[in-house]
């Protein structure tokens, strides 16, 4: 055995070793294993030959040879069968992959530009929080509702625009988003010029590459006088008309069903107290409220005045959620609203009329008799509800 073909066998081994490391970013444990065997007996045969001899290994430099020629062979055979898989690829194989790649880039390139012109068309505003929420990202929507500069702030630099009174509010409800509550609806104030302004966000979390996201619209409220606050919740509800007709079909199928004249009777207070935007906002809030409990279905919630509110209630179950309601004086009547950073207690008065399927009352009584009902909730200063022909 030439000390040339010993080296050379032994660089080709170690250079397969490694370069298989290298390309697959892993180590074979059985390759490892006869690699250091490997390195052992070139140890052994280079510094302690003697070791060999008193084992009677005649020879033993042919055997090593052959040895090392039968671990290269392996080493090679099996680094090939790592990369056999590219063999037959030809110039056409490539030619296609690179058209795939290019039907993905195209895709991609489409889907940002259509996200991006979607954005554009938006009347809201749109805002992309960092993972840790230490900074965020404004679309051009909101740089013009509040007169800033720049897209990107921190989240230090957002709450100072918020008014005083609403930030603690805020930051509680966007640190208190996750996985399993992963959306907020949220009204504050915030700095547009030398004023503030009202604006709803509402946003959602989502999770991707283990990271979570949150994003949200900003839109502002520009509060009017009724009809036309521009809040859905109120403008959307049918008026007065609208009521005449449903009890007027409701009776041609002889149903029965209660009528509930509702008066948000501190509302005027409110009104006073922080402004007409104040309480709009949270007459929706309380609207809100009474049709998730009560007014599920379309035409079973009215507008009647600014402050009066007409609700047809047909089903008994809800009508007895209601009348335990008003007896107990919790909550589900007289609700605690909280918006922004204020907190108002909104305190209704009710009068209550029963349709019953052989009534002969006209529409136009019938209507007048929930009123007279909801004028001597009104009076009464015991109870804020009045039931026509009850106790």
């Known amino acids: 055995m030439t000390d040339l073909l010993y080296y050379f066998i032994l660089i080709i081994i170690t250079l397969l070793f490694i370069l298989n490391a290298l390309l697959y970013k892993k180590i074979k444990i059985w390759k490892t294993f006869l690699f250091l065997i490997t390195l052992s007996l070139v140890i052994i045969i280079e510094y302690f030959p003697d070791l060999l001899a008193s084992f009677w290994i005649e020879d033993y430099e042919n055997y090593y040879l052959l040895y090392l020629l039968a671990i290269s062979i392996l080493f090679a055979l099996t680094f090939r069968n790592k ?57 051009d929507q909101i740089k013009s509702i509040i007169s800033i500069d720049k897209n990107q702030l921190t989240i230090e630099e957002f709450i100072e625009l918020i008014h005083s009174e609403d930030q603690k509010q805020y930051l509680q409800t966007i640190k208190k988003v996750n996985l399993k509550v992963p959306t907020f609806d949220i009204k504050y104030r915030i700095k547009t010029n030398d004023s503030y302004g009202w604006v709803i966000e509402k946003g959602k979390l989502f999770k991707h590459n283990k990271n979570q996201h949150l994003i949200s619209t900003f839109k502002p409220v520009n509060l009017k006088l009724f009809p036309d606050t521009l809040i859905e919740e109120l403008d959307s509800l049918p008026l007065e008309d609208d009521l005449t007709k449903t009890i007027s079909s409701l009776r041609k199928d002889k149903q029965t069903f209660y009528l509930v004249m509702l008066h948000l009777s501190n509302i005027p207070e409110v009104n006073k107290r922080f402004g007409r935007d104040i309480g709009n906002l949270m007459i929706a809030e309380y609207i809100k409220n009474m049709r998730y409990h009560f007014a599920r279905e379309k035409n079973t919630l009215f507008r009647i005045t600014g402050i009066q509110f007409a609700l047809i209630i047909k089903e008994e179950q809800k009508y007895q959620n209601l009348s335990r309601a008003l007896t107990s004086g919790g909550d589900l009547i007289n609700l605690k609203l909280n918006i922004g950073g204020i907190q108002q207690i909104i305190y209704p008065n009710l009068g209550i009329i029963k349709n019953d399927p052989w009534s002969k009352t006209n529409i136009t009584d019938f209507i007048s008799l929930s009123n007279k009902a909801l004028e001597e909730a009104i009076s009464d200063n015991k109870n804020n509800y009045s039931i026509f022909g009850g106790k």
């Open 83 to 139: 990369i056999k898989i590219t063999k037959n690829l030809t110039d056409y194989d490539f030619f296609e992959l690179e058209k795939e790649l290019d039907k993905v880039n195209d895709s991609s390139e489409l889907l940002r530009k259509r996200f991006i012109n979607t954005i554009d068309l938006l009347n809201e505003g749109l805002i992309f929080y960092d993972n840790n929420l230490s900074s965020l990202y404004l679309t």
